[in-house]
C-alpha cells in the first residue's frame, strides 16, 4: 500500500483541530483540498478514516494512520537533524504527551529539560485514560497507570504517587471527631477532580460498603488542593502537594494508616527517536527523585 505523506499529514491535522475546516486553517489550503486528500487517502486504504462527529473522532483505521503520519514526521525530524547537525525550527520534532495534573508536579522540570530539542505538546489526562491517547496516536508518550505495553510502545515502571486522605482541621473536628469511621465518611463532604478520580472513593470502599457522601468536583490540581485548605471537604492528596500544608497545620492527616499508592508506568513508542529517548531519560530520571 503506497501512502501519501501530506495526505497522512492531513488526516491528523484533522483530528488535531477537530474538523477539516480546522485543519485547513492549519495547513493554509481550503477545505476542499482538506477534503480531496481525506476522501484519496480513504479510498487509498478501502477504510473509513474518521466518525463525522464533532469534533471529529478517528475511527480505528484512522487512528493507525495518525500515528503513522506522527513517526514518520518524527523520524523525518530526527533523520534531518542528524543529517546536518542541528535541528532547524521547522524540523523541531513534536513531542506529543499525556499527563495527569497530579505527576505534572513532579514532571514538567523533566519536559523542560527536553524543551531545547523538541517542541512538547501535553495533553494533561487522568492516568487511568492516558493508554487510550496513546492507541489512538494522540500522543507519542504517556503516564499512565497501565503497565501492560501498549501495542508499538514500551513501557517502565516509575514508582507510585502516594495520596492520603487529609483535610483542614475545622473538617476534621466537624466529621471526625472519632477518627474514620463508616458513618463519618458517610455524611462528610469529599471533593474529588472529576467524574473519573475514583481515588476517594476507593479509599470509602475500604470500610466495607457502598456510600454515597456529598461530593464537590474541582478539575483543577491546583485548586482540588485549594478547596480542600478551604475546607469545602476531605480529599486524596498527594504527598508531593499535601506535605508543605501538613507541616504548616493547613490539613491534617485522617488516617496515618490510610495511604493509597498509585502505581505510574512510562509508556512510548518503540521507535528509537533522540529527543523521545532523552525526554524519556529525564521522566526516568525525576520519577527516581520524586516517586516511592
Known sequence: ?????????????????GSLDGAARVLHV???????????????TGQVLLVRSRPVRPTPAGSALVRTARQVDLLLADTTEELTGTAAVPARPVLAVA????????ALPALA??????ALHVRREDETRTGALLR?????????????????????????MRYRPVAAPSVAERFF?????????????????????????A??????RELDPPSHQVPSSADFLAAIVLGMGWGMVPDLQ???????????????????DVVLHWQRWALRIASLDALTDAVRSAAGRHLV
Open 242 to 260: 499535601s506535605a508543605p500544608h501538613l507541616g504548616s497545620g493547613a490539613l491534617v492527616e485522617l488516617d496515618p494508616a490510610g495511604p493509597v
Open 99 to 106: 499527563i495527569g495534573g497530579d505527576s505534572l508536579s513532579w
Open 1 to 17: 500500500m503506497n501512502l501519501d505523506l501530506d495526505q497522512l499529514r492531513t488526516l491528523a491535522a484533522i483530528v488535531d483541530h
Open 113 to 118: 529539560a527536553v524543551a531545547d530539542v523538541a
Open 177 to 201: 471527631p472519632d477518627g474514620v469511621t463508616a458513618a463519618a465518611l458517610a455524611r462528610a463532604p469529599v471533593v474529588a477532580f472529576d467524574y473519573a478520580d475514583d481515588l476517594q472513593h
Open 30 to 44: 481550503t477545505p476542499s483540498a482538506v477534503s480531496q486528500r481525506l476522501r484519496a487517502l480513504e479510498s487509498a
Open 136 to 160: 489512538e496516536g494522540s500522543v507519542v508518550a504517556a503516564v499512565t497507570t497501565e503497565g501492560r505495553p501498549v501495542a508499538g510502545c514500551r513501557a517502565v515502571r516509575l514508582g507510585a
Open 203 to 208: 479509599y470509602v470502599r475500604r470500610h466495607g
